[in-house]
């Protein structure tokens, strides 16, 4: 599985956005990027994901770069409730993919929300 | 609609015990994934279904572990012998299609004695 870099912690003041970065310098063309968080003591939870575009949902923005060895999740306006483990996955797409559906997690990035 | 349900929430055991830990997808979800986190971990893939194909079982870390999904619905992981380094919460998900966000339940608590 192609391999993503995040950084170990961020902090952010609420209502405020937060930019969370990811690296996957060696991302292939058929690896869609996805993005879960962890809130504490619970299952991960699926934010958001794209390929090449940038995309927009209700929870948060994602954006790929140009070049796709990089992207950024988006928070518009952080809240207490968005303090969590934010995961960034590449996940293979490719017909015969041998990872075809599996995620694989990193450590990810732990951001703290304060008041 | 309900969600990804698992039971039990904690269990603790003996070392050496077997153990079976349950999942129930949300209903019409035909992929079904087992995750485990350790302290402190990140989630590791254990085993994913996908209705009738064969299980992907590439994850499991010992045969002492083995899952199943009957009627392409609810599964067990089960443990055999089980050891210390087996405590950890152990999540199970489900999506739609294995191409689709998967949904998790909150996961069992596993702690061996």
């Known amino acids: 599985d192609a391999k993503t870099t995040q950084p170990n912690s961020m902090e952010s003041n609420e209502e405020e956005p937060v930019h969370l970065p990811c690296n996957h310098s060696?991302?292939?063309?058929?690896?869609?990027i996805h993005w879960y968080r962890q809130l504490p003591s619970q299952g991960p939870e699926y934010v958001i994901h794209g390929l090449t575009s940038n995309v927009n949902n209700r929870m948060a923005s994602l954006a790929i770069a140009e070049d796709r060895k990089s992207s950024t999740l988006i928070l518009h306006r952080a809240t207490l409730r968005d303090a969590a483990v934010y995961y960034c996955i590449l996940r293979e797409e490719g017909a015969g993919g041998t990872s075809y559906g599996k995620l694989t997690f990193g450590q990810g990035t732990i951001l703290t929300v304060h008041p | 609609g309900a969600g990804v349900s698992q039971s039990p929430s904690n269990k603790v055991t003996e070392k050496g015990k077997d153990v079976e830990l349950r999942c129930d997808p949300i209903?019409?979800?035909?992929?079904l994934y087992w995750y485990r986190q350790s302290l402190g971990q990140g989630l590791e893939f254990l085993i994913y279904f996908q209705g009738n194909s064969a299980p992907d079982k590439s994850g499991l870390p010992s045969d002492r572990f083995s899952a199943e999904r009957t009627g392409g619905s609810v599964s067990t992981l089960t443990i055999q012998r089980t050891q210390q380094e087996d405590s950890a919460v152990y999540l199970c998900?489900?999506?739609?299609?294995?191409?689709?966000?998967?949904?998790f339940g909150p996961g069992t608590r596993l702690t061996v004695l």
């Open positions: 998900a489900s999506s739609l299609m294995r191409t689709m966000e998967q949904f």
């Open positions: 209903s019409g979800h035909t992929a």
């Open positions: 060696t991302i292939s063309g058929t690896d869609y």
